[in-house]
């Protein structure tokens, strides 16, 4: 692997994400967890845990990926984004001021081995690409130990560090905040393009891919920038990735309305129009739980919160039509 940084000038300038952040010694990145310390960029959190949690894997959210099983959840502190509306602030956006490694990989990939119908680890909860050198080294140990590993990220990493990371991980579900810049420049600091790069290259590179959009009122609810949005997703990426479309309640420093049921069913049925698999969160709502098959509309697994039940499947394929709905499926777990 290359090495993360690089010189310019005095400072050192990092190469993980699109910032590429000039770092004075002794100051740490937008992130707030990768530091100049003199000789080289290096990650203050490796080992540090914010969160760690047995979870359903559609918790992440991933609807298709052994769905039904759990999935070993951990997460750190500080993000590469500003989002304003931050439903993790409270690790993402304020990191304590003194740092203590709290586990290791070998004691994480125990912990995997000795939890109930765990298919494996994910890495969550704050945003994990700035984690990048503990996630390299737990994942390799986590799938030699033969179990998956899990992205949940924002999606904003280079490209040379993202091929490193393809390595190691097996799914991922992005958070693509919206389908303007305008949008990642004013709400999260950052920008769009990156993301898409990142969506493509996840694909290109044959992993499980779901997507989370969080519909926020007055922001990224325009129903024609949803339409160019799943129109991009099922041309570039494949009609049949997972899409989530969450509803958004205030949090952070954004006080907009809570998203109105209406306005969540209308992008769902936009987005139901170019892709076949598209779900609702953070909602009662029944409408956008269950999955169906897509060619004959068969009902294969029913949803209420996180208890699902399967229905006219097997091995991952549909009783009736024979249709292959989970790649990712039956287990030994």
Not at 16 to 34: D, S
Not at 135 to 157: H, P, R, S
Not at 286 to 311: F, N
Request: charged content about 20%.
């Amino acid at each position: 692997m290359k090495t993360l940084f690089t010189k310019a000038g005095d400072k050192l300038e990092c190469l993980l994400c699109p910032h590429f952040c000039k770092i004075a010694e002794g100051k740490a990145g937008i992130c707030g967890v990768r530091k100049n310390t003199g000789e080289k960029i290096e990650l203050m959190t490796y080992g540090v845990i914010s969160g760690y949690s047995l979870d359903p894997v559609e918790k992440k959210p991933l609807y298709h990926f052994f769905p039904g099983y759990n999935i070993l959840s951990i997460g750190s502190y500080g993000c590469n984004m500003r989002c304003d509306f931050c439903q993790n602030y409270h690790i993402s956006q304020n990191i304590p001021k003194s740092l203590m490694a709290d586990s290791t990989p070998d004691e994480i990939v125990k912990n995997v081995s000795s939890e109930n119908r765990n298919i494996g680890l994910a890495f969550t909860y704050n945003e994990p690409i700035i984690w990048f050198e503990f996630i390299l080294d737990t994942a390799m140990l986590v799938k030699n130990n033969g179990f998956y590993t899990v992205l949940v990220t924002n999606g904003y990493v280079n490209i040379d560090p993202l091929n490193e990371l393809l390595k190691v991980i097996d799914a991922f579900n992005i958070d693509l905040k919206a389908f303007n810049n305008n949008f990642y420049k004013r709400l999260t600091g950052a920008s769009l393009e990156p993301v898409k790069n990142t969506l493509k290259q996840i694909i290109k590179a044959g992993k499980h891919l779901e997507i989370t959009t969080l519909i926020i009122t007055g922001q990224n609810d325009d129903e024609s920038e949803m339409e160019d949005q799943v129109r991009w997703i099922a041309s570039e990426l494949g009609s049949e990735v997972p899409f989530h479309l969450s509803r958004y309640f205030p949090m952070f420093k954004r006080d907009d309305p809570t998203t109105p049921q209406d306005t969540l069913l209308k992008h769902y049925e936009i987005a139901s129009k170019y892709l076949r698999y598209v779900y609702l969160g953070n909602t009662m709502s029944e409408t956008g739980q269950d999955t169906k098959c897509p060619e004959c509309g068969t009902i294969v697994t029913k949803r209420s919160g996180y208890h699902i039940q399967h229905l006219n499947i097997s091995r991952g394929r549909c009783n009736v039509c024979g249709k292959e709905i989970y790649m990712y499926f039956t287990s030994s777990f």
